[in-house]
């Protein structure tokens, strides 16, 4: 059942996670927090919008509970249910319901793949109302100030399918994430894989020309994340090309030709 | 049709043609000659043949003598090559080239096609595409040529590497020669300064280096100069890539002849190569070469081409003695080409005018037009100050500074839209908008469709191959009317729309419910209770306890594609408008994606692909005048609309696509070529094509003769014919309906 969807194994972050900020992010969230709206972190995956959640959450010292969202993922799902024990049934609450009660930051990552009848139970605590009606108990949760709602979601994917509704996208702040610029993005990843800065420089090259393609045979270019684990490995005493093949091209695309092309530009880079 | 069909069908039509000029006996004796290749070869001669037959008779045995003469020297597979390089040389240049093509059968050139282990670039083109894309973040075209070349926004290559054995080595000099002249365009090789003065004082490279006496001689300085100067370019940027080039380099270099014997300006030149392959000079070097090696030194970290320097090392040249007769370039580095970069910018430049009117237009005939500014989100208007000396049209409110070029295109023209104005007519404080801004909004695809259509293949199925980028398809919208007509054909379908909006709904299918499951995201309280009250009367407990949520989304998207040609005048195309608009009805109601567009025009020069509703849109006040815009126009050459449908359709995410094409009669076009076999030879290739992208195609026909050949092109079943035009609109929706359920 959909308890599957809901990560919750610890709300409180207690270590600090990395985070290097590129604009004015960090400002804007703290303001949209103080000022009860929820934000909606708009990018291509792997970019660093959960980690900074992670971080905001940790900045402001309130348990996070992440949902990674599917198209499976039902109103129930989110707010919770009936479930029957031993003779009885006893209700359970859902991710979204925990984060009202203990106001905390509820972050639903890829919001668009949710369904879109699942993603209107949101709606009543991303507006001024902020509260969650719990239909099947007959309760209406008010939030309390702590509590905030962020989703990420990726205008990448042009499919008329996987849009946010203007009546849902009309009631956050969205604050838009892109790839780190070159230096930035290289000390990322020096930072989380331990790499040094020329191997670094020379990995975010590579990604720049992934995201050339984009929309000419990739759906979306390289991302950070996909570069740390490049790193990680090459660290690991892996050879370089090797490293990027495995962990940046053939995770992007399964197409033949495509990732010669990709193993060309890698070859002509290093 | 079969092969031996075509080829029955062809040896009528040369027969035909040659009883104008020769006897019987000097027919026989002509097929005898064809009838000596191999029948695989046949359909290629026959379909070469006719096509000289239609200039002179004579040709023929001459060419016929040359191709025996190359079938010596040439395999099967090579000789297909080389007959197809032939036809190409047909569309792309005419018949004298191809000519003298053709009648060059001696070793050297028919080398370059008996290339068992050589690598074709038709084979490797799509990659070279992507790796050049990936590296340069640029939309290059790359396509084939004798020579190695850029005109800027097109590389061109040529169609066989075979220097080495391993194709791998042979991709590396592809890929070379892709980066190369991509690095010139990056390094602006082909954009010279022009502070300097005489006798270099001008920025058209063209007539720059038209300014030189000895134009080859300067024209392989000026290479040599920029081989160095973008070499560390590269050096730079793409490491790895010139690792590669140094093994290539000395492979290359040991090919190199000798300088003895040649005059003092080609020993130059040549040494120059050289010394660019391996740098190193051998002891003895004249002054003139030391002299040229330290400018080559000095160029190679300049950021900028400079006029200053090619003159320098062409007036080391220009002293020496001899005539200077042009060595072989080196193979990855190619050759430049001042004329054709020059008629590329002549394009560009209309284009952008064009593109310009059309937006000018596109501002006037949008009531809120909002000028949005992309670059870098800031609004620019609030930033830049209306300046006295230019020129500026006022449209709308808004001042938009216009280039000098942009400005006598204008006033030379009548009848614009807006107001001319001086800069120094307008108060001071106005503010105004570049045009370079306002062009940015025309996206990629209309900028492309603007200047020269996009191109498709077309299937000749008398030579069996594709005459490569033929056909030229512009997208353009409907011409909107006024015309109430949507409302009209409501009223008068008044009945039936309801019905049809009802039936339509029926078959969407919500998201509903399920009680009583065995599995599922819920409890099913009503049976959970139930179940209780049983176990506690001893009743064994039910297992359907949970309520499941089913979805059968339909995931479809269709296309519809309308004839628009001449033919369809009158009653046909009244009712394809009025379908139409019944099918916009009925998909609203259904809410499955649709798209409408409409095709016609005349030659394959000017194939019109009519928006009247993308994908993307809704359906709108804008798009139903746009079905009353609907009218007749040219002809019907059916291949293109449908290749372009295609790639529309494969940019769409849906489980299920479908084209479905209104049509009144045979593919036909202008000239009678396209009549008959050939239109519907070419409309089934571009169907096969539709259907390998996983494609549905349906064809809907009023030619009471279509059983002929529709059948032959969509499939037996894969087709629909209306005896009355009149049955059209309602039988339009029912057959969606079959197709979609």
């Given amino acids: ?270 | 049709m079969t092969s031996q069909l075509y080829q029955e069908s062809l040896r009528t039509e040369l027969v035909k043609n040659l009883s104008y000029y020769f006897e019987d006996e000097e027919i026989k004796e002509t097929l005898v000659k064809i009838d000596f290749f191999d029948p695989k070869l046949r359909q290629k001669i026959l379909a070469l043949c006719i096509f000289l037959s239609k200039m002179s008779g004579y040709l023929i045995n001459r060419i016929l003598k040359y191709a025996e003469e190359a079938s010596y020297h040439l395999s099967l597979n090579e000789m297909e090559r080389w007959l197809g390089r032939a036809f190409d040389l047909i569309d792309s240049d005419g018949l004298e080239p191809a000519l003298t093509f053709l009648s060059k059968v001696d070793d050297s050139s028919l080398n370059s096609f008996c290339y068992p282990e050589g690598l074709a670039l038709e084979k490797i083109s799509s990659r070279l595409v992507t790796y050049i894309r990936g590296i340069s973040g640029v939309d290059l075209e790359i396509i084939q040529d004798k020579d190695c070349f850029t005109d800027t926004s097109t590389i061109y290559l040529p169609p066989v590497i075979n220097r080495f054995r391993e194709p791998e080595k042979n991709f590396t000099i592809y890929k070379l020669m892709a980066t190369y002249k991509w690095a010139q365009i990056a390094c602006g090789t082909f954009s010279l300064d022009s502070s300097k003065p005489k006798p270099c004082n001008t920025s058209d490279i063209e007539t720059l280096f038209n300014n030189f006496q000895e134009r080859a001689l300067s024209l392989d300085l000026y290479n040599i100069l920029e081989a160095f100067r973008v070499e560390s370019f590269l050096q730079k940027h793409l490491p790895g890539l010139m690792r590669q080039a140094g093994s290539v380099k000395t492979e290359i270099f040991n090919e190199r002849p000798s300088v003895d014997g040649f005059s003092e300006k080609t020993a130059f030149v040549e040494s120059l190569y050289q010394y660019y392959l391996k740098r190193e000079t051998n002891g003895s070097s004249p002054e003139s070469l030391i002299r040229a090696l330290k400018v080559l030194h000095a160029y190679r970290e300049k950021e900028r081409p400079s006029s200053q320097d090619i003159c320098s090392l062409y007036t080391i040249a220009e002293y020496l003695k001899g005539d200077y007769v042009p060595v072989n370039p080196i193979l990855f580095l190619g050759t430049i080409k001042p004329e054709k970069v020059s008629q590329r910018l002549k394009i560009k430049k209309e284009a952008l005018k064009k593109n310009f009117h059309g937006l000018i237009k596109k501002i006037v005939s949008t009531p809120e037009f909002e000028v949005k500014l992309k670059r870098n989100n800031r609004d620019i208007s609030r930033q830049r100050l209306i300046n006295r000396e230019k020129l500026y049209l006022f449209i709308k409110g808004m001042f938009i500074e216009l280039d000098e070029e942009m400005g006598d295109f204008f006033k030379g023209k009548g009848g614009i839209p807006g107001i001319l104005l001086q800069g120094s007519d307008i108060g001071g404080n106005n503010y105004c908008v570049e045009m370079d801004d306002l062009i940015e909004e025309l996206d990629e695809e209309s900028r492309e469709t603007q200047s020269n259509g996009i191109k498709y293949d077309e299937w000749d199925y008398k030579r069996g191959g594709y005459r490569k980028r033929w056909c030229s398809l512009f997208e353009v919208d409907v011409y909107p009317s006024s015309e109430p007509f949507v409302e009209h054909t409501l009223k008068k379908y008044d009945g039936y729309v309801n019905i049809l909006k009802k039936k339509f709904e029926l078959l969407r299918r919500d998201p509903k419910i399920l009680k009583r499951q065995k599995e599922g995201e819920n409890v099913d309280i009503d049976a959970t209770v139930e179940a209780f009250a049983d176990i506690r009367a001893g009743l064994p407990s039910r297992e359907n306890l949970f309520t499941k949520l089913e979805r059968n989304e339909r995931n479809i998207a269709v296309l519809f594609l309308i004839d628009m040609s001449g033919s369809t005048k009158g009653w046909v195309t009244q009712a394809e408008k009025e379908a139409c608009v019944l099918m916009c009805e009925a998909l609203e109601a259904l809410k499955d994606r649709y798209a409408i567009y409409g095709f016609s025009g005349i030659t394959s020069n000017r194939c019109d692909f009519y928006r009247i509703k993308g994908f993307q849109e809704s359906y709108s006040e804008e798009v139903k005048k746009r079905i009353a815009g609907i009218t007749p126009k040219e002809y019907t050459r059916m291949g293109p609309p449908i290749r372009h449908a295609t790639k529309i359709l494969k940019s769409i995410d849906a489980r299920i696509k479908l084209l479905i094409t209104l049509s009144d009669g045979k593919p036909e076009d202008y000239n009678a070529h396209y009549k008959g076999c050939y239109g519907i030879e070419d409309t089934r290739k571009a169907l096969i094509e539709a259907k390998q992208q996983g494609i549905h195609s349906f064809c809907i026909t009023i030619d009471k003769e279509a059983s002929s050949y529709v059948p032959y092109m969509y499939g037996e079943v894969s087709y629909l014919l209306i005896d009355d035009v009149r049955k059209l609109p309602n039988k339009i929706t029912e057959i969606y309906r079959k197709l979609t359920t």
């Fill in chain 1, 1 to 270: 059942m959909g308890s599957r969807a809901v990560k919750t194994e610890k709300y409180q972050l207690e270590k600090e996670p990395y985070y290097l900020p590129m604009g004015k992010e960090i400002e804007l969230f703290e303001s949209a927090y103080r000022n009860q709206i929820p934000v909606l972190l708009k990018g291509p995956t792997g970019c660093g919008k959960t980690r900074f959640v992670q971080y905001m959450a940790w900045r402001l010292k309130r348990p996070l509970i992440t949902v990674s969202c599917h198209d499976d993922l039902t109103a129930s799902d989110l707010v919770g249910r009936y479930l029957v024990k031993g003779g009885e049934t006893i209700w359970i609450d859902g991710p979204l319901t925990k984060a009202v009660k203990v106001g905390g930051f509820c972050y639903l990552d890829e919001i668009v793949e949710a369904r879109k009848d699942t993603t209107v139970v949101i709606h009543p605590l991303a507006d001024d109302r902020r509260i969650l009606p719990i239909e099947k108990r007959g309760e209406i949760l008010k939030a309390s100030p702590e509590f905030l709602l962020a989703l990420s979601y990726n205008p990448g994917y042009q499919s008329v399918l996987k849009d946010l509704k203007q009546s849902t996208r009309q009631r956050f702040i969205a604050i838009e994430f892109l790839y780190p610029p070159k230096e930035l993005e290289a000390e990322i990843i020096m930072h989380e894989s331990g790499i040094d800065d020329n191997t670094a420089l020379k990995l975010v090259t590579f990604a720049e020309k992934t995201r050339n393609l984009k929309d000419r045979g990739l759906i979306e270019g390289a991302s950070t994340r996909l570069l740390i684990h490049a790193a990680k490995l090459i660290r690991s005493g892996i050879d370089t090309k090797e490293s990027c093949s495995v962990a940046i091209s053939e995770p992007l695309t399964d197409e033949r030709e495509m990732l010669f092309a990709l193993s060309e530009i890698l070859v002509s880079l290093f």
